[in-house]
């Protein structure tokens, strides 16, 4: 929406069936946004001059540029059958929580050749409303870099090279433009800094995220009750990133061109316990979370991709079950919730009565 509102580009959603495209266009193809954060809530809409679906993409179109913008857990789904449209070229950009997607793709999707990669961490907090009618709930930012194309160890870009494709990238060229920019608060990054971000973030949805669907609530109720279980949380997974993320946490900057990059100085237990409270909790503190979202609707979460990753890195590592016993216990609490949401749904009352 704020693409197609603040740049000069027309925007292509691509649904996920005829049906879903029909929804959509039986709403003229609009979508709105109220910014609950503004003062008087204003609402905007925006109207997409164009839409379609696997079933009726055009065959002869091709796709230089793709945004998913799915749960992580449906991306696979959602890019298949448009892989055949895609080439070397395409700029493919994934504005997602968690980690693990690209390493999924990469494995089962990308096998003839990868295509230009970049990555999203979006910190605004949304939720549904009706519709295509969205609630903007919480003004963050959104920073964006290219993935490293080759060895993803070497970790390291340099400003040259956002600033290359600033001038030469279309997808960067558009994410560039001054309106976009400031709707969106978006800051254009090398790896290394948005890899800082993106684990900053990631912390944030290792607890607001579960917490909020464990115990039902939103984002704001949990502001001066969660702290022990966050520290918990966040202690476990910065041990394991420590390792799994080992070259970034090594990173020292040759020069100041990197002022902020203090890895240990925004990566350390009581500074992220205060990030979290402040970006789940405040910021975002009227937000129903993604996942809360999820599990309220009876659908799949995204917790194999948050929580679950920190229990999938430590197999990868050989690290023994003690080291990820919370957040293993906070992926098995979600999917309990889940499993109790969809069977209220599917009994009712029946199961308290038997
Ligand atoms: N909501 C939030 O506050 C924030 C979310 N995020 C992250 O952003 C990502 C998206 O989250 P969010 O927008 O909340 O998720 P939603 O579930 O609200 O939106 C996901 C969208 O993807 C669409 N989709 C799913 N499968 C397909 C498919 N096969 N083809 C085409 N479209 C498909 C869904 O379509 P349909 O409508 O048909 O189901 C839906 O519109 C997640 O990684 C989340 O963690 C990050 C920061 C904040
Ligand atoms: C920032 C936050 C926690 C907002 O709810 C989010 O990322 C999400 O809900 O997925």
Redesign the pocket.
Known sequence: SHLQRNTQISIVP???SEK?LQDFEELQRKASIKSLFKEGQPSYESVFSDATCPELFPRDWKIDNLII????Y?TK??LAPFMKFLHPQTNVML????LGVFEVLNDEIFLDYKPNLFQGV???????ESGFSFNHAGFGDLKVSRLPSKDPQSIVQTKELVETDQKNNELVKVLSQPDFIQGLNVKHLTYQEMLLGQLEKFLV?ACINPITSIVDCINGELRDVAGPIFSSIISEALDVLKIAYKPLFDYKPENDNFPNLDVAGVLNRDRMLDFVLKIGCIV?GT?S??MR??VVNL?ET?VDYINGYIVKLCGKLGLGPDYCKTNQTIETLVKLRLGLNRGRAKYGDQRKKE
């Open positions: 691509l649904l996920r879903r913008t799915t749960k992580t449906q789904d959602a504005v997602q929580n968690g979006i910190s605004h907090g949304i939720f549904h949805n975002n937000n979370s993604s979202q999820d659908r995204e």
